[in-house]
């Protein structure tokens, strides 16, 4: 099988060359591009069948690429955030740079929002991220990383564990986030001690729990999952990141995650893919999170996707709907879905027994929750009042 390997040229910039051992030979020979503006899919690990273990050398099969309508517009010259605007993502992964836009006589100038202002909040947090994983990554390489690996503890089943909930108590499955605060309501908590609150999550019934890492906008860090990881909670743990680079995911698991998610309105198809192949090679779960009816389209067509979380925050304006949930799930693709066998997770705005029972009537087999639970005094009684029963029994 042809395979394609990346060399470094120069900071930030690649040379495509074919067949490792092969440096001068045909597929991309001598081609430099700018490695920023490439998908993640083709930035920055290694996608050998067999081995992930490796050094961080890119190397993917010709059907790989030769299948892929977005390297093929790549290829011919589109840039990430042109591939990601055809599948309906509004969000671009980095400040648009160059010249003005616009030219008035002498004058030259960008009009807000055309240039390196960002569109809305989710933007910004993408941009912001781009450059803390940038500067991450050259700390802590694939290489240092995947060496921990070797001796990292078994990776939890984040989907049976969802599974066996629904099974026993006949209601959705809780994942319950650990969330100190939040862009859109501000800090939430201030009284928050993680592991504390990851105790009594599980204590009251949640299956599994989502530990927010981001630091800048949601005060979350990997210090806290990873001691949460070492407190001896069994449930599962989704490393609730933005992701946009794999080399995310195996700090994530590297850090004790089980799960990641993939948020697809930021992320284009060909991401997706990459990505939640990656995390089935590490054993871990995707929870692929969708907002409108495009993104759940897109996603229910890409093939291995067994966790499908529909937000009811809009990520973009904030505002909170959970009649979403119902919208895309209609008849046809809750047809899909069961064909699939997909769990689909009702997300963000549930606060009574009711919103609940709303999400389940829906075609919800789970639920993640995190503002109606984290600002009680005590959250893991939180739980029975959610629910309206206790749900560890
Ligand atoms: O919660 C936010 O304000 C937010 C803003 C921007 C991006 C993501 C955001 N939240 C992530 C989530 O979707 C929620 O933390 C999760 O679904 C739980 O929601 P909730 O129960 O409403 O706290």
Redesign the pocket.
Known sequence: MARISMGYSAPGFVNLKSGGACPQSSFFPGVFVNRMKMPAALRCVRMDEDDISSPPLLTFSSDYLANSIEVREWESGKSLDTIAANQGIKIRRHPPTGPPSHAVGPFEFRLENEGNTPRN??EK?IWDKDAEVSQLKERKPLTMISKTLENAPAVKDFIGALKASYERTGMPALIA?V?KA????GV?RENFNPVEIAIAYEKNGAACL?V?TDEK??QGSFENLEAIKNSGVKCPLLC?EFIIDAWQIYYARSKGADAVLLIAGVLPDLDIKYMTKICRKLGMAALV?VHNEREMDRVLAIDGIKLV?I???N?ET?E?DITNTKTLLNEERMQIISQKGIIVVG????FTPEDISYVQDAGVKAV???????KLEDPGKGITKLFGKDISI
């Open positions: 909040i989710l947090i986030e969330k939040s862009p859109s309501r939430l989502s927010l906008y949601f609730k999170e979380g937000n009811n925050r990520l904030f909170v997300e963000s705005g549930l993640l929750v995190g503002e109606s639970l984290i």
